[in-house]
């Protein structure tokens, strides 16, 4: 995951550097020839190129070329890069300081990343989401993780947010227990595709709420596990919000076997209607022969 996330970061930023000087027709040409000289320290020695990019990031210039320099500081395989960029993060303010945090996350350097956690404590939102982005793009599920264990509200739900994205399922299904199950992970369990975590909540009716939004996080995994245990759950239902959540689950699927298993197997003259409905609702190809034969008095 790490590997992939940088590349891809990587890529695109190389790929941005490489394009929008032409694309910016308002740039002037003194503009131009700075952001292709920064560029052009990606292919210079580390102690060439660090002295001018300190220069560059003390210097009176534009924040688009600081940007640049922040960048090429993540891809020089150097200490002093890292500690340059931690600098940046610590002590600049605005966008050039979430950039720094984020070249941060690029270069990967295990103490620079470390020293992020103090951003994250003392840091605005807008710094915290990008300590959040940075260890992301680094692949630290741990650190990300020891974030959630403490965080409350809207930084909870970041945090669980991000480890969804990077593929946590561990870390994941410790937070239930060190936290509790809440929507939060549940939508987090449904973005990895965590089946089992959502199968038991499912299943658990000691909150209601939280089980019809575990049901509905089924169907966005889908897959026969999912679709087996949503009729066992449509079967095995005695309130109505569970039965009803069943069939949105397999709606979000598009689970149509299942409720044409369900419609067929019915002796119940309402609920077949209602999954008759569904079944129109999903749009199967089936559905248009039941409706005929029902037409026809076969059904």
Do not use: C
């Amino acid at each position: 995951m790490k590997t992939v996330i940088k590349l891809v970061l990587v890529t695109a930023a190389l790929l941005f550097a490489a394009t929008s000087a032409a694309q910016d027709e308002s740039r002037d040409d003194a503009e131009q020839l700075k952001i292709a000289a920064i560029e052009a320290l990606m292919h210079a020695p580390p102690e060439r190129a660090l002295p001018l990019v300190r220069k560059v990031l003390a210097g009176n210039h534009s924040n688009e070329i600081k940007e640049r320099a922040l960048f090429i500081l993540s891809q020089v395989d150097d200490p002093a890069a890292q500690a340059t960029l931690l600098e940046f993060a610590n002590e600049s303010s605005g966008e050039l300081q979430l950039e720094a945090i984020r070249m941060i996350g690029i270069g990967g350097d295990e103490d620079a990343l470390s020293n992020l956690k103090a951003i994250y404590a003392s840091g605005d939102s807008d710094a915290r989401e990008a300590v959040l982005e940075a260890f992301m793009i680094a692949g630290d599920k741990q650190a990300v993780f020891d974030i959630a264990v403490t965080a409350e509200g809207d930084e909870f739900e970041n945090a669980v947010d991000m480890l969804s994205v990077m593929g946590a399922r561990d870390e994941l299904r410790e937070l239930r227990n060190r936290t509790g199950a809440s929507e939060a992970l549940i939508h987090a369990y449904a973005v990895s595709g965590d089946f089992e975590p959502l199968r038991e909540l499912a299943l658990d009716g000691t909150d209601v709420e939280l089980q019809v939004e575990a049901i509905h996080a089924m169907g966005i995994v889908g897959g026969e596990q999912v679709e087996a245990t949503l009729v066992e759950i449509y079967r095995g239902a005695t309130a109505e919000d569970i039965r009803e959540a069943a069939l949105d689950g397999m709606l979000i699927s598009g689970y149509d076997a299942g409720v044409l298993e369900l419609y067929r197997s019915s002796q119940d003259a309402a609920e077949k209607m209602e999954l008759l409905q569904r079944l129109v609702i999903m749009g199967g190809d089936e559905v248009w022969n039941i409706i005929d034969s029902t037409l026809d008095g076969s059904q």
